[in-house]
């Protein structure tokens, strides 16, 4: 089986796996050449939790815009704490006093995309060039653009596997795990914040509005840009992958 077929393989294998299984895979396959990439939302301390259960040993990063509530710092503070693990922190190349004096006040309220851009997916993909491997805590549920997130996959626009064991979870089951199993998420959840980003691009939802209503607010945007979903190119895989059925 060639390198294309094994990740096809295991791309529509994952399809009916469990979290766990995926997990188990993903340690199993790319060991420390992985990691978890968290802004510690409730999906992100679920796949921690489950992380912590499966490996001894596994890598957690962030990318810390330096925009973070202070609630989101002391909830990082708790799962290294809780976990033993220290949490990897990537930073944008411009801090904030420099981004403000090269590109302006506020870039985040004229253009958030330039703003992610330099702050979140810069930092993601120098940190992803050091892997063969990364886990997201995405759900098809949040967003259009999510709706096709395959649960195993080739990340072609940072060019390695991508891993999305909650594919298919619902928000129910996301909050179900975090209640049953004690997990510490951040307090603003339970203050109308389904969605937490940055303090200068993430607002409380009103009643009635969706989940995702308070990031970006006033703007079409919905997404940072780390989660574009792109056709596998596999071809350009050059990792060897174990049978995806060895689960
Ligand atoms: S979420 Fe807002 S402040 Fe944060 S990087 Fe994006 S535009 Fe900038």
Redesign the pocket.
């Known amino acids: 089986m060639n390198t294309q077929e094994l990740i096809k393989s295991a791309e529509l294998a994952a399809e009916s796996w469990s979290a766990d299984q995926i997990l188990r895979w993903a340690f199993r396959t790319f060991g420390e050449d992985l990691a978890i990439a968290s802004a510690f939302g409730v999906e992100g301390m679920v796949t921690i939790d489950l992380a912590s259960r499966i490996a001894g040993k596994f890598r957690v990063f962030t990318i810390d ?1 330096e ?1 973070f509530f202070p609630e989101t710092y002391s909830l990082i503070e708790r799962v290294e704490q809780k976990y033993g693990i220290e949490v990897e922190r990537a930073y ?1 190349l411009l801090s904030p006093e420099e981004q403000e004096r090269k590109h302006g006040p506020a ?2 309220t004229r253009n ?5 851009e ?3 997916v810069e930092p993601l993909r120098r940190k992803l060039s050091g892997l063969r491997a990364w886990i997201s805590s995405i759900r098809r549920d949040q967003t259009a653009q999510r709706t096709s997130a395959p649960k195993i996959s080739w990340d072609t626009k940072f060019g390695l596997v991508k891993i999305n064991p909650l594919a298919d979870w619902t928000e129910r089951q996301v909050w179900s795990y975090i209640h049953q199993h004690q997990v510490p998420y951040n307090p603003l959840h339970d203050q109308g914040y389904p969605s937490i ?6 607002r409380a939802v009103r009643p009635g509005e969706d989940s995702r209503a308070g ?2 607010s006033g703007f079409t945007k919905t997404e ?1 840009g780390l989660h574009v979903i792109t056709p596998a190119a596999a071809e350009t895989i050059s990792t060897n992958l174990p049978d995806a059925t060895e689960v």
Not at 112 to 116: E, I, L, N, W
Not at 197 to 202: D, I, M, Q, S, V
């Open positions: 815009t925009f944008p870039l985040w958030p995309d330039q703003c992610c330099m702050r979140k980003g940055c303090t200068h691009c993430t990031r970006w940072c």
